[in-house]
């Protein structure tokens, strides 16, 4: 019997659940006498809760009858230490987190102790308290749906009048710990996803909607500081400095597909706001203008950092007027955007905040019909030493003021250094790849792909436009710049009407042929450039294979013959690559970087990402110009890698200009007449040498043992093979089921082959 009477009581039972409850009722000031056995309680109703919510209704029918939500505010309103709230928190967050039964959800949204818990005074000056706090707020979002929203909400008539969960969340969206940022953003995205047209309403309208525009006010500081970075960086480049680009670019990108994700909610008006407040606040004042001047110091070289963040909002903000616009700014002249933005021009196109390879000449008597003068009567010029490609460039005064943003883009192609060629090029990709952007518009950048081209007249010609059938057979078919224009017309009136950027519509020309020759004609320059390197000029090669995708139709008798002369000059060089301490490899590169080359040629999207151009290259320590053997072998390796990759890229364009397909392997026939390919042949090896994993012949291989760790030996077989100036050396491993024959296991590259 007396065992009975002191039996202690079960942990996970009703009775202990009203022990605790009992208890804490008792409670009428809580000390640091008390205060652990509080928590304690607190923490293990919680658990309590939680067993008896998977297991016995009657534990939360226990918890509704002593209305123990009560008992949890009057605790908060005694407690004067920390450690309480910070209990009390975690116990409702884990009781919201973890019940099931949507009746003890209503139950607990239901009454005001959840919204009195909300709006607590709580002492966030404490970390701990602030992060428990937006837990909670996190906790309860998670729970929303149209049927519990309104528990949480004041209803005035139809309208919303009060939602306190949502407002003191967005309190802290701009907190500078960035885990409070992103718990506030997935409590602002629950309730946006939630549907409910009255919360909607109060969402949109006036004081709540100012929230959208202090973040893209926020995004724009963010976007400052990451210009300052790169700068910085560029200045006082330090070990972990990529690491922190890595940081900045991650955050920047999560900011952009939260807005995205909010224009995904289909919240009325909210879209029109983001896209709004993008423009106003950061697109017109700051990213356009930055492209060619600085702005109060703010971003001084922020030229591939503003072309990085055009990059990105087109990419990840999917909005149809927003895409429309930004694209239609291009055709707007500079001084629009330096009127509004207040700056001030610079003489040159700065350099990425390094000293410019090139001084532009100040000329601002030079307009755009001077511009695409220059651009359709290039003169061959020729020297004894033959052909320069320079010749072909541009003639534009990059701080002309009549200059648009799109020739200034081209500019860059043109004359830019490696970094700005990249931006612009990624620039002109993410226009080329945005879904949203009309193809009118693409058209009157002179970046409409000719599929797209042939599959717009086709259509135009099946439905009876007369002129569709025209230009589909014309060999200069493109859309008409009435189709073009309109459009681009109708966004620049609102550019002007909505925006407040003023401009003459004079100064704005569209002809969607003549703005497609100017890309083409920029594309076929930078290929003649032996200052870029060769991953971008692949980025280059992507972009006119999209724009081109089936043969040489749109190039005229000079682009053929630069590209010309462009590869014969490189493939000169090459050839004197054999006389280079790498020729042994030279073959086996060139195979490797054809393959590489053709697929980021026939891939679908660039090779390089955008974020690429805020990554810094070293300074190259070769040019392709000087082919002097001076220096160490390691840069020499450099520097044939480089030229190879820049020769098999010419040359797959010279097939391209011919009509003929990329064969997947270059076809090299080396010498012979040399006695060392009849190993190679005998072994069963091509020109691109051995690979491990591949099979063998093991006529004239040596048999011996190799032990790779200790008391382990392995049978295996030892050949050098050797193709033309290429060789090898070569551990194969025979094949029980046929004599003779090998598995390479490792492969050994010999130097010397030619000797």
Known sequence: MWNSFWRPR???????????????????????????????????????????????????????????????????????????????????????????????????????????????????????????????????????????????????????????????????????????????????????????????????????????????????????????????????????????????????????????????????????????????????????????IAIDNDMQSGVVTSLYLLCCILRIIKIKDLANTIAAALFCPLEAFTKSSGGKLNSHIPSHGSPSEYQLPNNDDLTKSDIRHSMFNVPHSSSSSGFHPEGVLMQNDCSCPNLSLRDVLLAYVTKGDDVQVLGSLSMLATLLQTKELDESMLDGLGILPQRKQHKKLLLQALVGESSGEEELFSPKSSLTRDGAGSDIDAYHKKIKDQYGISFLSSDVGISPHVNRFQVIDALVSLFCRSSISAETLWDGGWLLRQLLPYSESEFNSHHLEVLKVSYKNCASDLVEEVKGIWSDFLISVICDEWRKCKRAMESSSPPKEPSCVLFLPHPHKFSLEDNTSTGSSFDAGERMQELVKVFVLLHQLQLFTLGRASPEQPSIDPPGDLPANCRAQISGIDVSGPKAGTEISLVNAVPCRVAFKSGKEHHLYFQAISSGISGWLVLAEEQPSQMSHGIVRVVAPLAGCND
């Open 10 to 292: 079960d942990r996970f039972s009703l009775d202990q659940l009203r022990y605790l409850t009992d208890q804490l009722t008792k409670v009428q000031v809580v000390s640091d006498v008390n205060k652990d056995f509080v928590i304690e309680a607190l923490r293990s109703i919680a658990e309590l809760m939680t067993y008896g919510d998977q297991n016995d209704p009657s534990y939360f029918e226990f918890f509704m009858e002593k209305q123990v939500m009560g008992e949890f505010v009057r605790i908060l309103k005694l407690s004067k230490t920390i450690s309480v709230p910070l209990q009390l928190l975690q116990t409702v967050s884990i009781l919201v987190q973890n019940l099931r039964n949507e009746h003890a959800i209503y139950y607990l949204f239901s009454n005001e102790h959840v919204n009195y818990l909300i709006t607590y005074s709580f002492d966030f000056k404490n970390e701990e308290l602030l992060s428990y706090y937006i837990s909670f707020l996190r906790a309860i979002s998670g729970k929303l749906n149209k049927n519990t929203v309104s528990l949480l909400v004041k209803i005035r008539g139809d309208e919303v009048v009060s939602f306190p969960l949502y407002v003191e969340a967005i309190r802290f969206a701009f907190h500078e710990e960035n885990m409070v940022r992103i718990a506030v953003r997935a409590v602002t995205l629950n309730v946006y996803h939630v549907g409910d047209d009255s919360v909607n309403r109060y969402i949109s309208s006036a004081p709540h909607k100012d929230y959208f525009s202090k973040l893209i006010s926020f995004f724009r500081k963010q976007s400052m500081d990451l210009n300052k970075l790169v700068s910085h960086t560029l200045i006082n480049p330090g070990p972990d400095s990529t690491s922190t680009i890595i940081a900045a670019i991650d955050e920047i990108e999560d900011n952009l597909y939260y807005f995205s994700d909010i224009v995904s909610a289909g919240i009325p008006d909210v879209g029109s706001l983001i896209t709004d407040s993008i423009l106003m606040v950061l697109i017109f004042p700051l990213l356009l203008p930055s492209l060619r």
